[in-house]
């Protein structure tokens, strides 16, 4: 779950990281009231998505004088708001972040996230705050630094201390460095978040540390432990075809490909995923409809994959263990014909009454392709869909 940046710095400041005096506004009446408030020189005004490259794309307007700062919140509110990460349909911008400007000296990068190749916890800092972090470790690498913590053990002061100093803190600052990076890692820990990034960590002109943007973004799994953050959810930002899946106890991810794809357990989804790209095609979802689906569940999660416009093919793969291949057949039957699906169906059923499951599809009026193996329909839909 991602939440916004002002929400995420009030987090921050709850557990003693400095942030810029900021609030946030749904109307431009809030807008302007929290910019009569402020006691400024500069005035930064900042839409708040679910999405990085707000900069660049004209999503933080830094104002000098408080007309300015007000032009600049009703010209954000309501706006569409194109960025490399929303992609070409872009965001409504229904929430700003007021905040009073900062003068910054110096930018760093700082972020706690997961290695999972380690099973560990791993902390990045660079001198390089404020630019796009994946394009600096692609192009200068030498310009990343990493301290890989086990979780079992968690993150000693000399770690943090080293991290500091390999990240190029002035060393009058190295102290209250590693205790800003320990907090980040205490809060990281605590909340179960799976990023928590702040780009750029700034040393202002008064020599203090300052988080001038902050990501948090948590573990769904774990949300249950923290009922806290499930308030801070903001429904406008879900996607909205996962919401519905999710209200159907359906573990659906939407994609950026053509080819719709139903199968049951997350392995094998990450394998139909994966052979229908060996193939050249692109999946457009993952959906795991579980080891318990019965006709209506499957009919839903049929209709969720054709509410995605971009899917041109539809490939079910299923292995019958405690599911039934029968009751699979039942429902695509039965979705098919409520939906007037007119889009190649192909479908590989094994396991559990997988033969029963064949008669009920080649049975039907539909025009259903049978696989007899995962590569096999793969390269069957793909082929179909070009």
């Not at 110096?106 to 660079?126: N, P, T």
């Not at 806290?228 to 106890?249: F, P, S, V, Y």
Request: hydrophobic residues 40%.
């Amino acid at each position: 779950m991602n939440i916004h940046e002002y929400q995420a710095k009030e987090i921050l400041k709850s557990k003693g990281i400095p942030v810029p005096i900021g609030f946030p506004a749904m109307t431009k009446e809030e807008a302007d009231n929290a910019i009569d408030g402020m006691d400024a020189q500069v005035i930064v005004v900042k839409a708040q998505i679910h999405a990085g490259g707000r900069g660049k794309a004209g999503g933080v307007k830094i104002c000098h004088t408080k007309e300015d700062a007000k032009a600049a919140a009703a010209e954000l509110l309501d706006r569409e708001l194109i960025t490399k990460q929303t992609g070409p349909v872009g965001k409504v911008v229904r929430r700003l972040l007021i905040e009073e400007g900062c003068e910054i000296e110096r930018e760093f990068y700082l972020s706690v996230a997961m290695d999972r190749s380690q099973s560990k916890i791993v902390l990045i800092g660079s001198a390089a705050g404020g630019m796009n972090i994946e394009e600096i470790a692609k192009k200068e690498p030498e310009k990343i630094c990493r301290e890989t913590v086990d979780p079992a053990f968690g993150l000693s002061d000399f770690q943090a201390r080293r991290l500091a100093f390999a990240m190029g803190l002035p060393a009058a600052l190295a102290r209250s460095g590693a205790s800003f990076i320990t907090k980040l890692y205490k809060l990281f820990v605590d909340h179960d978040c799976t990023i928590a990034e702040i780009n750029p960590l700034i040393v202002t002109k008064g020599n203090e540390l300052v988080a001038l943007d902050a990501k948090l973004s948590f573990d769904d799994n774990a949300l249950y432990r923290h009922p806290e953050l499930n308030e801070l959810k903001d429904e406008t930002e879900e996607n909205q075809r996962e919401k519905e899946a999710a209200e159907h106890e359906l573990s659906y991810i939407a994609l950026d490909g053509n080819i719709g794809c139903m199968v049951n357990g997350a392995g094998l989804a990450m394998a139909t995923m994966d052979i229908i790209r060996h193939h050249g095609g692109t999946p457009a979802n993952f959906l795991d409809v579980g080891g318990d689906a019965t006709v209506e569940k499957v009919t839903e999660a049929f209709k969720i994959i054709l509410k995605d416009r971009n899917v041109k093919g539809i490939f079910v793969n299923i292995f019958g263990g405690i599911m039934k291949c029968d009751i699979i057949a039942s429902g695509i039957v039965e979705a098919a014909r409520a939906t007037n699906l007119q889009l190649p169906l192909v479908v590989r059923l094994e396991g559990t009454n997988s033969v029963e499951g064949k008669r009920i599809l080649s049975e039907s009026d539909l025009t259903i392709i049978p696989a007899d193996s995962l590569g096999g329909g793969a390269g069957k839909i793909v082929s179909l869909v070009r």
